[in-house]
């Protein structure tokens, strides 16, 4: 359970303070635009992920691709003599 609460950096945070946050947002926003607002959250949060994966794979792919780096194919077999 603390190791979960340090990834979530809310060492410091008890329950009754995250309650008292909870009911503050839930009276700014009311309980009819919240679920809205997560659904905009989490279509944010899975855009930036699938950018960021895609980002990695362009550089995983372009790092071990070594026709690009030399302009000269090369032979990925062993040469054996």
């Keep these: ?6 990834l979530l950096l809310l060492e ?7 309650i008292f946050v909870f009911l503050v947002v839930l009276l700014f926003f009311g309980s009819k635009s919240i679920p809205k607002i997560a659904r905009s959250l989490g279509r944010g949060m899975r855009q930036l992920r699938d950018a960021s994966q895609q980002i990695q794979d362009d550089i995983k792919s372009s790092a071990f691709d070594e026709d690009d780096i030399t302009g ?3 032979n990925k077999k062993d ?3």
């Design 12 to 18: 410091g945070i008890s329950a009754g303070e995250l």
């Design 72 to 74: 000269f194919p090369v």
């Design 79 to 81: 040469n054996k003599e």
């Design 1 to 6: 359970m603390f190791f979960s609460l340090q």
